[in-house]
Nanobody, 128 residues
Framework: QVQLVESGGGLVQAGGSLRLSCAASGRTDSTNAMGWFRQAPGKERESVAA????????YYANSVKGRFTLSIDNAKNTVYLQMNGLKPEDTAVYYC?????????????????????WGQGTQVTVSS
């Protein structure tokens, strides 16, 4: 089993920044990918960004490219999502996820169904 704990959400004005963190514990060596997803009220959960634990490939949703940066610190078993230029439409609960995989490429990394472990979520609210 893998446990995931997110932190760093909050309320920010449009144009502002937040950094989300996801600390993983347990059998992290059994996973090959980690990702961030978000879900707004009344909408389906969607992919934001995902990374192979090797760092060899990073996927970004088109809606966040150029504004969000995903990074991983394997020594700390922590994934970070730096979010700049936030917009009201970024408002959602953000979830961290880990996949046993193996996953390869964007066509697998973006799909929530490919992930086995999920955090409890952290709320991000962007005011206009």
């Amino acid at each position: 089993q893998v446990q995931l704990v997110e932190s760093g959400g909050g309320l920010v004005q449009a144009g502002g920044s937040l950094r989300l963190s996801c600390a993983a514990s347990g059998r992290t060596d059994s996973t090959n990918a980690m990702g961030w997803f978000r879900q707004a009220p009344g909408k389906e959960r969607e992919s934001v960004a995902a990374i192979l634990r090797s760092g060899a490939y990073i996927y970004y949703a088109n809606s966040v490219k150029g504004r969000f940066t995903l990074s991983i610190d394997n020594a700390k078993n922590t994934v970070y999502l730096q979010m700049n230029g936030l917009k009201p439409e970024d408002t959602a609960v953000y979830y961290c996820a880990a996949a046993r995989g193996p996953l390869y490429g964007s066509h697998q990394l973006y799909a929530p169904g490919n992930y086995d472990f999920w955090g409890q979520g952290t709320q991000v609210t962007v005011s206009s």
